[in-house]
């Protein structure tokens, strides 16, 4: 166990609709990051955060948006879904940026 | 052209072979390399974590970095069924917040 909660598993929604991942980082971490990772692209990078503050941005979509809160655990917003979001969501936590990830067993996102 | 090239596989070896997993790289501002193991539907895992060129050991696995060549490799000895996974490599630049991760490579260990 990573130390690193994500809900939900498993989500199964439409197109057109909008969904909220969310995470919760190990004790103490203070950098959150959120990953795409589907079968033909791998594990892409989105978006970390720093102690609440946005920090590093990857090939994160304008539908999508995260924040981190005052508590360090982060949301991760996705809206106006399509066939093609479907993919496992993970979030990492580290202590501090540059330093080793925690991975979180990650949302299946699942867009019909 | 990827920032890091990882040979999807997949691989599959009999058990007890010597494995070796790699990745080129094509920036040199690269400074700190990790490996992950990732089981199916699971969150990746940290293996190994290294910073300067040569080799670090940690059991049936040793890590060995060379910067002149942009290459990293993952050596798994006396592999076990259980090692079945894909492994990930991941790099860094100094000063920078992004993880750069390989595409993966899918590894079966056959008994």
């Given amino acids: 166990d990573s130390g690193v909660t994500q809900t939900p598993k498993h989500l199964i929604t439409a197109t057109g609709q909008r969904v909220t991942l969310r995470c919760s980082p190990r004790s103490g971490d203070l950098s959150v990051y959120w990953y795409q990772q589907s079968l033909d692209q791998g594990l892409q990078f989105l978006i970390q955060y ?9 090939n ?5 948006s995260a924040q981190q809160f005052p508590d360090l655990h982060s949301e991760l917003n996705l809206s106006s879904l399509e066939l093609g979001d479907s993919a496992l969501y993970f979030c990492a936590s580290s202590p501090h940026p540059r330093e080793k990830l925690f991975f979180g067993s990650g949302t299946q996102l699942s867009v019909l | 052209q990827k920032e890091v090239e990882q040979d999807p ?7 007890g072979a010597i494995v070796s997993l790699n990745c080129t790289y094509s920036n040199s501002a690269f400074q700190y390399f990790m490996w992950y193991r990732q089981y ?3 969150g990746p895992e940290l293996l190994m974590y290294t910073y300067s060129s040569g080799n670090k050991e940690d059991g049936r696995f040793t890590a060995q970095v060379d910067k002149s060549s942009k290459y990293i490799s993952l050596f798994i000895r006396d592999s076990q069924p259980s090692d079945s996974a894909t492994y990930l490599c991941a790099m860094i630049i100094q000063g920078a917040q992004k993880l750069v991760f390989g595409q993966g490579t899918r590894l079966t260990i056959n008994p």
Avoid: D, M
């Avoid at chain 2, 596989?9 to 058990?15: A, K, N």
């Fill in chain 1, 50 to 58: 720093y102690n609440g503050e946005e920090r590093a941005k990857g």
């Fill in chain 1, 60 to 64: 994160i979509l304008e539908r999508f």
């Fill in chain 2, 9 to 15: 596989g997949p691989l599959s070896v009999p058990e």
């Fill in chain 2, 40 to 42: 199916s539907r699971k």
